[in-house]
């Protein structure tokens, strides 16, 4: 739209017919820090030169279009209907801390009375609403002023004693109490497939939900907050919101205290006219006057001062942007609810959260976890519809949101950690799920083997089974923020590259390192099932076979009341150690035993008789009385001698052929003198 061209763009601001306040939120601001090239907290003079040399200027036109200049009518139409709200200048001179700053109950009687102390602050609080919010109307005025189920609250500073003039408002809170709805009213609503009017979270949970039980809880939900632009991003809202859950819990009201010392809206306010009244009331009589200030009850209420409303839950309904979702995230809010289709006036789509709160000491008690199980449901909802109507999101935001949804088990505000697997995968899921070829290509993948192409079609059904933590794998957050993009966004690696602002080389070593580590977890997944199942027999048998001193026959039941057969300690561990001890001593001595047996000793054996070894000892004797040299050697022929077997042997082997020898000798002389003869 914009490329070379001049672009014109026009939108009324101010009026009955000012809606542009989108224009200026949103795409105007947008184009001031894009054009002086940082970011003004400030309108300024709305002109400067961009980078590409671009050129911003913007025109007011301050002259009435439906009334002449000056004209009355129109001067007291804006200051009736607040349409001409303009934030006045801080008058602070510095910016207290959020701790020290106290919410307070407005009472709409007071603030619409107008009296010109409760006119101004009425101003003020428009203002706040109208700079804060792209849409405005004046029935928004109207359903502030007299809408029996709005409440006020407005964040204020420490206030002095002394002070002459009404404190500068920080942020201002108004919700909407819903719920307390009928089962049966859900039911035949339900039948009918349609939806009533009001109560916007109640009838909208139970339609989405099909839970007739949530809507006969009581709630109250957030239409609109709204911080002093000055004081925006410094925790005034994120304290209002603090405040505003401890009063629906009770935490500000004590049961000890005197009723007395508490004030409630309905009763201390101004006198309300009954339903007879209203019938006999003639507008021709009625008098028209601006309320005595001296009966009109408080502006301002301490929470602590003012009867609180108990309640099950707090919701709000917004145009989900970043930034939101990042405030009411932090503030413990849960989604449940995300439209599929954006708004047409700012493109956004409408998110519903809820948090719950303290509910002891209510009437109507409600279900354990039943936030936990709205979480659970929109977590798997919206991770398949990641993939269709939620395709745009950036992977930053969508993994804020299933972070959001995942806290209401965990019972964290903030980001919750993974924890425990919420469901055991077993061999069996993982085979139902991957192929084995499947498991061989992402091996492979993860020992840089093959490209990326090869396993990106394993992409969804990993990152399902990852997000419905089912797996014991543990990302940080780029790698879990590239996973949900790839599998259940399905980019591509080019989209994912701008988003995140990375290079694709990166992208791709964080794919390979997601991989190695689901393969790693796949294949000791596989590991633990062989081993069970080779254990299972093991097992089976050892839980059949038969205790000491029960009976050994098998299939024998052991007795419930016998203590004795069912006591697996019989013995004590030492006891046990000694025996088994015992047993391998026994076995290794009998195989030393049979080693020594199977030797043959008799070659060691010492020969001789006593007579040889009585000469023996006589030579000796004789030897040292004739003064010779004693020998202390002596020989005794040893019969069963290896040398002596082998020398016998030899000789009858001589034997032997000497006497073949000698008969073929005379066999050959007869055969000559035969021959002799003839």
């Given at each position: 739209l914009i490329g070379p061209y001049l672009v014109f763009m026009a939108s009324t601001i101010n009026g009955y017919e000012g809606t542009g306040r989108s224009l200026s939120l949103k795409l105007i601001q947008q184009l001031r820090e894009q054009s002086r090239g940082f970011v003004s907290g400030s309108a300024g003079s709305g002109s400067g030169v961009g980078a590409g040399g671009r050129m911003l200027r913007e025109v007011a036109l301050e002259e009435p279009i439906r009334y002449a200049l000056g004209d009355s009518t129109e001067q007291w139409l804006h200051k009736l209907l607040c349409l001409d709200a303009s934030i006045a200048p801080k008058t602070l001179s510095g910016c207290p801390h959020p701790s020290e700053c106290e919410l307070y109950w407005i009472n709409r009687d007071s603030l619409f009375s107008y009296h010109p102390v409760s006119e101004a602050f009425l101003q003020r609080l428009m203002a706040l609403f109208v700079a804060s919010h792209y849409k405005n109307s004046p029935n928004?005025?109207?359903?502030?002023?007299?809408?029996?189920?709005?409440?006020?609250?407005?964040?204020?500073?420490?206030?002095?004693?002394?002070?002459?003039?009404?404190?500068?408002?920080?942020?201002?809170?108004?919700?909407?109490?819903?719920?307390?709805?009928?089962?049966?009213?859900?039911?035949?609503?339900?039948?009918?497939?349609?939806?009533?009017?009001?109560?916007?979270?109640?009838?909208?949970?139970?339609?989405?939900?099909?839970?007739?039980?949530?809507?006969?809880?009581?709630?109250?939900?957030?239409?609109r907050i709204a911080t002093h632009p000055d004081y925006a991003g410094m925790g005034y809202g994120s304290r209002a919101l603090e405040q505003?859950?401890?009063?629906?819990?009770?935490?500000?009201?004590?049961?000890q205290e005197d009723a007395a010392s508490t004030l409630d809206g309905d009763e201390h306010g101004l006198h309300r006219m009954t339903d007879r009244e209203l019938e006999t009331a003639d507008l021709r009589a009625d008098t028209?006057?601006?309320?005595?200030?001296?009966?009109?009850?408080?502006?301002?209420?301490?929470?602590?001062?003012?009867?609180?409303?108990?309640?099950?839950?707090?919701?709000?309904?917004?145009?989900?942007?970043?930034?939101?979702?990042?405030?009411?995230?932090?503030?413990g809010y849960v989604p449940v609810y995300m439209r599929q289709t954006s708004n047409e006036l700012t493109g956004e789509y409408t998110c519903v959260m809820l948090s719950e709160l303290a509910a002891e000491g209510l009437a109507m008690r409600a279900s354990e976890q039943w936030l936990d199980a709205f979480g659970r449901d929109f977590h798997r909802r919206f991770r398949t519809l990641l993939s269709y109507s939620f395709a745009d999101f950036s992977v930053v935001l969508a993994m804020s949101i299933l972070d959001a949804a995942r806290s209401a088990r965990s019972g964290d505000k903030g980001a919750a950690p993974r924890g425990n697997a919420i469901a055991t995968y077993t061999r069996a899921d993982l085979s139902r799920d991957f192929s084995a070829y499947d498991l061989k290509r992402l091996e492979s993948y993860a020992n840089n083997l093959l490209d990326y192409h090869?396993?990106?079609?394993?992409?969804?059904?990993?990152?399902?089974?990852?997000?419905?933590?089912?797996?014991?794998v543990s990302l940080s957050g780029v790698q879990a923020c590239l996973l949900l993009g790839l599998g259940l966004q399905r980019k591509s690696v080019d989209a994912i590259e701008k988003e995140l602002n990375l290079p694709s080389r990166q992208i791709l070593a964080l794919f390979t390192k997601i991989l190695r580590k689901f393969s790693n977890s796949f294949r000791s997944l596989e590991t633990r099932g062989i081993e069970d199942e080779l254990d299972k027999p093991a097992a089976a048998a050892a839980a059949e076979a038969p205790v000491d001193g029960a009976s050994s026959q098998a299939g024998t039941k052991r007795s419930l009341t016998d203590e004795a057969a069912w006591d697996p300690t019989a013995k004590?561990?030492?006891?046990?150690?000694?025996?088994?001890?015992?047993?391998?001593?026994?076995?290794?001595?009998?195989?030393?035993?049979?080693?020594?047996?199977?030797?043959?000793l008799s070659q060691y054996a010492i020969a001789g008789d006593e007579k040889d070894w009585e000469v023996a000892k006589d030579q000796v004797k004789k030897a040292t009385l004739e003064g010779k040299f004693a020998q202390t050697v002596i020989s005794v022929k040893n019969p069963d001698s290896s040398k002596r077997a082998k020398k016998e042997k030899s000789v009858v082997r001589e034997l032997v052929k000497s006497e073949e020898a000698r008969t073929q000798k005379k066999a050959k002389a007869k055969s000559s003198k035969k021959t002799k003869r003839f």
């Open positions: 928004d005025l109207q359903l502030l002023s007299d809408a029996p189920a709005h409440q006020v609250f407005v964040l204020l500073p420490p206030v002095d004693p002394e002070a002459t003039s009404l404190p500068e408002p920080l942020c201002v809170v108004q919700v909407c109490l819903e719920g307390e709805i009928s089962r049966q009213a859900v039911l035949n609503t339900l039948g009918r497939g349609e939806r009533n009017e009001g109560d916007l979270i109640p009838w909208l949970v139970a339609q989405q939900y099909q839970d007739e039980d949530f809507a006969s809880l009581s709630g109250a939900r957030v239409v505003l859950r401890r009063f629906y819990e009770g935490q500000f009201h004590s049961l028209v006057q601006v309320r005595d200030p001296k009966q009109l009850p408080p502006l301002f209420l301490r929470l602590s001062e003012k009867r609180p409303t108990r309640l099950h839950w707090l919701g709000v309904s917004y145009g989900l942007t970043a930034g939101l979702h990042k405030f009411w995230r932090r503030a090869v396993v990106l079609d394993l992409m969804p059904t990993i990152a399902q089974r990852y997000f419905d933590e089912c797996l014991d004590s561990l030492l006891e046990d150690l000694d025996e088994a001890g015992q047993e391998v001593t026994d076995e290794f001595k009998q195989k030393q035993r049979e080693l020594i047996d199977s030797i043959n």
